[in-house]
T-cell receptor
């Protein structure tokens, strides 16, 4: 069965520091991968998605970036964090090329910026 | 107009009652519809998928889809306190290839 790992679970970072969040999927090949952010009491905001190695689509312009160095690895990064980057970051995966399949989420990373 | 709209609630029902959660969407070409449950502080968990008009039942959960009226609903029968969570409606619009989430409805089941 497929599993998704996301780490760290919580992170406290000062403003202006860099960020690297990692997500890996097991038990499937060539998954579609996604990064979402959920601000406190708010809905899910899609940040990036990827349909393959090195293929990244950005949904919202911001100071974040994403990379997919391996088939089942997805990384969210920032060079300099802002206070507004605080939130709950979720990685998700799906399969298929028609995008009609549901997405499955990791446990998330709760990021607090001080 | 938001692409996917849900009543934010909170919705409170007594234990054992039927909870009814509703969702409307704007893109008439949408084909895929999902319900997720999100406990406080946790990640969303898929509970139902529905693609065709009508009802789809899974245990105590029933998803209902009406494409002509552009709404999808989730019924929870015999509600339990453990059902207390935020329920997210998600749609893949016909004009896009990504899931679009509603803002969620907070459900509280009172013992």
């Amino acid at each position: 069965s497929q599993t998704i790992h996301q780490w760290p679970a919580t992170l406290v970072q000062p403003v202006g520091s860099p960020l690297s969040l990692e997500c890996t999927v097991e038990g499937t090949s060539n998954p579609n991968l996604y990064w979402y952010r959920q601000a406190a009491g708010r809905g899910l905001q899609l940040l990036f998605y990827s349909v393959g190695i090195g293929q990244i689509s950005s949904e919202v312009p911001q100071n974040l970036s994403a990379s997919r160095p391996q088939d089942r690895q997805f990384i969210l990064s920032s060079k300099k964090l802002l206070l507004s980057d605080s939130g709950f970051y979720l990685c998700a995966w799906s399969v298929g090329t028609g995008f009609d399949q549901p997405q499955h989420f990791g446990d998330g990373t709760r990021l607090s910026i001080l | 107009q938001k692409e996917v709209e849900q009543n934010s609630g909170p919705l409170s029902v007594p234990e054992g009652a039927i909870a009814s959660l509703n969702c409307t969407y704007s893109d008439r070409g949408s084909q895929s519809f999902f319900w997720y449950r999100q406990y406080s502080g946790k990640s969303p968990e898929l509970i139902m998928s529905i693609y065709s008009n009508g009802d789809k039942e899974d245990g105590r959960f029933t998803a209902q889809l009406n494409k002509a009226s552009q709404y999808v609903s989730l019924l929870i029968r015999d509600s339990q306190p453990s059902d207390s969570a935020t329920y997210l409606c998600a749609v893949i619009p016909g004009s896009a290839r990504q899931l679009t989430f509603g803002s969620g409805t907070q459900l509280t089941v009172l013992p």
